[in-house]
């Protein structure tokens, strides 16, 4: 099934930068699991263009983000004989998208609750709107979430904070986002796409392979010891240094020029 199939979520191309965009506005952009797995595609379209550096994950409309899964479909779709399949389908989407070798932003403005907080955990990089609502309500809905779920919580803000974010499943504004280690930056929210806009283009004029060697570093770095993969790491760094981008990045510091990467 291709994106085109599944009118919520699609993917834009503004140069060398993609988007993914979650657009069910009629729920505030809350995925359903057609949407979740549509995801997979989407990532894959954008990794597999080389014209795209950098992706962006933003929600439609001027309401939310994402506010959650689809509550409407979970005695059906998330009830104790089919989580599975659910489960599935959200663990397919969050693993896409933190399996990008490119960097990827999550755009936020309003709403950026439970499912929608998973996706922006995905991401590299979240920035926020003044208006970003976040939170995670599975103690008011009586759902479990699995440690592999939260350890990307976890590992950005700590366990202390998580624990509050999850007993209380109270929202949390755009600051107190900021002060926990939530989310990079907040801005105006008139302000928030050209921002991002400016990230993004920044990163994308920046060298592909070390951005990449960087990525899988800190990836690495998170992992425990027994499961770190330093052999890839290791091979990562050896091609940026054996790259066309290195001498050219050489070259352009001594000319005091601007570097024209390509990712070879």
């Given at each position: 099934?291709?994106?085109?199939?599944?009118?919520?979520?699609?993917?834009?191309?503004?140069?060398?930068?993609?988007?993914?965009?979650?657009?069910?506005?009629?729920?505030?952009n809350a995925m359903t699991i057609d949407m979740w797995r549509a995801v997979p595609g989407a990532c894959d379209e954008l990794a597999a263009n080389d014209d795209v550096r950098v992706i962006i994950l933003r929600g439609a409309g001027e309401r939310?983000?994402?506010?959650?899964?689809?509550?409407?479909?979970?005695?059906?779709?998330?009830?104790?004989?089919?989580?599975?399949?659910?489960?599935?389908?959200?663990?397919?989407?969050?693993?896409?998208?933190?399996?990008?070798?490119?960097p990827v932003i999550c755009m936020v403005h309003g709403f950026c609750i439970g499912g929608g907080l998973a996706l922006a955990l995905s991401a590299d990089i979240r920035y926020s709107a003044d208006d970003g609502q976040f939170g995670l309500p599975p103690a008011k809905l009586g759902i479990g979430y699995k440690a592999e779920g939260l350890g990307g919580l976890?590992?950005?803000?700590?366990?202390s904070m998580a624990k509050e974010l999850i007993y209380t499943a109270d929202w949390f504004d755009a600051e107190a986002a900021l002060r926990m280690g939530l989310v990079n930056r907040v801005v105006p929210k008139d302000e928030l796409e050209s921002?991002?806009?400016?990230?993004?283009?920044?990163?994308?004029?920046?060298?592909?392979?070390?951005?990449?060697?960087?990525?899988?570093?800190?990836?690495?770095?998170?992992?425990?010891?027994?499961?770190?993969?330093?052999?890839?790491?290791?091979?990562?760094?050896?091609?940026?240094m054996s790259s066309a981008d290195y001498a050219e990045g050489v070259a352009a510091f001594m000319e005091k020029r601007t570097p024209k990467f390509t990712g070879n």
């Open positions: 099934m291709s994106t085109d199939d599944i009118p919520h979520v699609r993917t834009e191309i503004d140069g060398s930068i993609g988007w993914i965009v979650f657009d069910h506005a009629a729920r505030r939310a983000f994402v506010a959650g899964a689809d509550i409407s479909q979970f005695s059906e779709e998330r009830g104790s004989g089919s989580g599975g399949s659910y489960e599935d389908a959200t663990n397919g989407a969050e693993g896409a998208i933190q399996a990008l070798e490119k976890v590992d950005l803000i700590g366990p921002f991002v806009r400016t990230q993004a283009a920044t990163m994308a004029s920046r060298a592909p392979l070390s951005q990449r060697a960087a990525k899988l570093a800190i990836a690495d770095h998170l992992r425990s010891e027994p499961d770190r993969q330093k052999d890839a790491v290791a091979a990562a760094i050896k091609q940026c």
